[in-house]
Nanobody
């Protein structure tokens, strides 16, 4: 059984920064990623990373967000800089896949709210 525990969300002003963490237990798959879902919208990929460090970002966060991974700790991080109000969403950690698509396992979600 895979468990994902997220932390680091909160309220921040536009232009600020937050760092999300996701600690995984159980089977660790090749790809770990972050998705987000804003109110009334579909869940979308934010960023993902392979065991080897290859990354994939949504166009809307390129240059502002950075994903990293500590394989020894089975933890993935999302550093979010220059946050915008449109980044407001519930952010979910994900794993369970060896490809870029979403895997079967999700964290409980952490709220990120960016005020203007």
């Amino acid at each position: 059984q895979v468990q994902l525990v997220e932390s680091g969300g909160g309220l921040v002003q536009a232009g600020g920064s937050l760092r999300l963490s996701c600690a995984a237990s159980g089977t660790i798959f090749g790809v770990m990623g972050w998705y987000r879902q804003a109110s009334g919208k579909q869940r979308e990929l934010v960023a993902a990373i392979t065991r080897g460090g290859n990354t994939n970002y949504a166009d809307s966060v390129k240059g502002r967000f950075s994903i990293s991974r500590d394989n020894a700790k089975s933890t993935v991080y999302l550093q979010m800089n220059n946050l915008k109000p449109e980044d407001t969403a519930v952010y979910y950690c994900n794993t369970g896949s060896w490809s870029w698509g979403p895997g079967a396992y999700w964290g409980q979600g952490t709220q990120v709210t960016v005020s203007s």
